[in-house]
């Protein structure tokens, strides 16, 4: 089946730093990607739609000079939290879609 | 008012014992409906995927559909302690952004 990677898995960075996190579809190509985050015992809420080549469409509250999104291949989208801070840390989580939506294993961000 | 509700529990139940999990929505846009499973720690993995109201099963798995009453459940059959997660609802309407419930924590004993 369609395996999606993330990279991290897991990241402690200090506070105003910037961290990169990588979603790379291996088997397939995927026009779209997506990116969610997810709070504790909390459910993948949608933080912006990246397609190949084009700007990254960002949902409602979400600030997109602080959520870098580059979708630079078929394969790889990145997600940049700048300046990140104590209340950045959650799970994010990439899913590529071909057909139906993949997801990768998540990045456990942790700001100190 | 969320799109999509889910009862969060948790609930724990019995090996052997059938779990009963259910969502409801309210947007009439919603045209699939899907159930992924998400170990602690890890990205969801889709189970079922149905697109009309009845039931589908799969192996141990039933997805039932009632677009009528705006709500969608699953049943896991003969459950086992690694059927123990978080199962997600999800759905989507034409495109393909995908609203999510709040997960269900199901805790199978053995």
């Not at chain 1, 995927?30 to 459910?43: E, V």
């Not at chain 1, 899913?95 to 700001?111: C, D």
């Not at chain 2, 889910?6 to 045209?31: M, R």
Request: aromatic letters at 14%; glycine letters at 6%.
């Amino acid at each position: 089946g369609a395996v999606v990677s993330q990279h991290p898995s897991w990241v402690i960075c200090k506070s105003g730093t910037s961290v990169k996190i990588e979603c790379r579809s291996l088997d397939f190509q995927a026009t779209t990607m997506f990116w969610y985050r997810q709070f504790p015992k909390q459910s993948l809420m949608l933080m912006a739609t990246s397609n190949e080549g084009s700007k990254a469409t960002y949902e409602q509250g979400v600030e997109k000079d602080k959520f870098l999104i580059n979708h630079a291949s078929l394969t790889l989208s990145t997600l940049t939290v700048t300046s990140a801070h104590p209340e950045d840390s959650s799970f994010y989580i990439c899913s590529a879609y071909s057909y139906e939506q993949y997801f990768g294993p998540g990045t456990r961000l942790t700001v100190t | 008012q969320k799109e999509v509700e889910q009862d969060p529990g948790p609930l724990s139940v019995p090996e052997g014992a059938i779990v009963s999990l259910n969502c409801t929505y309210s947007n009439s846009a919603f045209q699939y409906f899907m159930w992924y499973r998400q170990y602690s720690r890890k990205g969801p993995e889709l189970l079922m995927y149905t697109y009309s109201s009845g039931n589908k099963e799969d192996g141990r798995f039933t997805a039932q559909v009632d677009k009528s009453s705006k709500y969608i459940s699953l049943f896991i059959r003969d459950s086992q302690p690694s059927d123990s997660a978080t199962y997600l609802c999800a759905m989507i309407p034409n495109d393909y952004k995908l609203s999510f419930g709040a997960g269900t924590t199901v805790t199978v004993r053995a």
